[in-house]
């Protein structure tokens, strides 16, 4: 295991869609461990592999990963297919460092996907893993939380970035 470079928005893995895995071998598996030791060390509650620039449909999460307790969740090819409620909630994102964006999702959600066994998965979700599951589908899918901003806000995140690099 590794830990793996967080890529930060702008970057352009995190702005396309990411390609559906078809075999889940070797790489897939060390992938998803090198991921695993990466958002634990962050610390954060969930990562998609196109935030450590890899561009597969490729989603953990444990969100009680800060308190040391929870069960780590690995979905391969993650689908939402059904949503229920909204709640609005503060998030923030590894990829957009400094910056939290108020975001209303569905407050429940029914995720199909599949596990590193190569099984289906259905899973009903709510409240924070809900979210979780959402957040990292959104990047799987080319957005960030700042796609959610005010374009004064992304464009400021923007500027910000920018000098940093400078």
Do not use: F
């Amino acid at each position: 295991m590794a830990l793996r470079e967080i890529l930060v928005w702008p970057d352009e893995c995190l702005k396309k869609k990411a390609e559906e895995i078809k075999d889940i071998d070797l790489h897939i598996v060390t992938l998803a461990e090198d991921m695993t030791q990466t958002m634990y060390a962050a610390p954060g509650v969930g990562l998609a592999a196109p935030q450590v620039g890899i561009s597969k449909q490729l989603i953990i999460l444990n969100p009680q990963a800060k308190t040391g307790t929870g069960n780590l969740m690995v979905i391969i090819n993650p689908r939402i297919v059904a949503g229920d409620g909204k709640d609005t909630e503060t998030e923030m994102c590894l990829s957009v460092p400094n910056v939290s964006v108020d975001i209303t999702r569905h407050s429940r959600v029914l995720v199909k996907g599949i596990d590193l066994k190569g099984k289906e998965i259905e899973l009903e979700a709510d409240g924070l893993i809900a979210r979780v599951i959402q957040h990292e589908i959104d990047h799987l899918n080319g957005r960030v939380i700042l796609n959610y901003a005010s374009s004064l806000k992304r464009s400021i995140y923007l500027k910000k970035a920018q000098k940093s690099k400078v």
